[in-house]
């Protein structure tokens, strides 16, 4: 069973420009979440999507946004990158969200380095 | 609100030592509680979970963590560590019911010294 399948794994942008990132969760799972990893803050949650909603939201400005399409695929983007936005982006998927100890399983990450 | 404070941010341990990584949590409900491991420029792994069926959980690699209500603690342990634990470890409680966030500790990283 593959797993949760993020590209591109490496993003080097300049500043002001926007980015778009990709993840495939595995198979058979609906929700996916978003989450960026920095040295200063830490783990943090971005969004969470399940069958093409947007369910809840972190604290994040207007400029991260997302989507999830209909098989269940989800994008992540940026616009107007600034240098803090360089960070590790995970992407987690789950089988059945709101239900309680369910696992979340992670992809490798976007490394993005905003220049 | 929810949240999880990791007491140790680096530990260090002699490779067939026991290994401890401490976790007090905060939820205003009954949690559900992990543990995630993260290797050098990888994604994370799951641990192990508390879903309030057994307060001690056994998951891979020999690791196990004991809830313990009284204490709002989830400790993780194994009894011997190896060179291949050395990595980086995160407490996470789950927000709750209808929305599936979770909340990370800030970390702590594991050095197995030979």
């Known amino acids: 069973k593959a797993g949760v399948t993020q590209t591109p794994r490496y993003l080097i942008k300049t500043r002001g420009q926007q980015v778009t990132l990709s993840c495939s969760p595995i198979s058979g799972h609906r929700s996916v979440s978003w989450y960026q990893q920095t040295p200063g803050q830490g783990l943090q949650f971005l969004f969470e999507?399940?069958?093409?909603?947007?369910?809840n939201k972190g604290n994040f400005p207007g400029r991260f946004s997302g989507r999830q399409f209909s098989n269940s695929r989800s994008e992540m983007n940026v616009s107007t990158l600034e240098l803090g936005d360089s960070a590790l982006y995970l992407c987690a998927s789950s089988h059945r969200p709101g239900q309680g100890a369910t696992e979340a399983f992670f992809g490798q990450g976007t490394r993005l380095t905003v220049v | 609100a929810q949240s999880v404070t990791q007491l140790d941010s680096h530990v260090s341990v002699s490779e067939g030592t026991p290994v401890l990584l401490r976790c007090n949590y905060s939820s205003s409900y009954s949690p559900s509680l992990f543990w995630y491991v993260q290797h050098p420029n990888k994604g994370l792994q799951l641990l192990l979970k508390y879903t309030s069926a057994a307060t001690l959980v056994k998951g891979i690699n020999g690791f196990e963590a004991e809830f313990k209500k009284s204490e709002t603690s989830f400790h993780l342990t194994k009894p011997s560590a190896h060179m291949s634990d050395a990595a980086e470890y995160f407490c996470v409680v789950s927000a709750p019911l209808g929305s599936y966030k979770l909340i990370f500790g800030s970390g702590t990283r594991l050095l197995v010294r030979p």
């Open positions: 999507y399940f069958s093409e909603t947007q369910r």
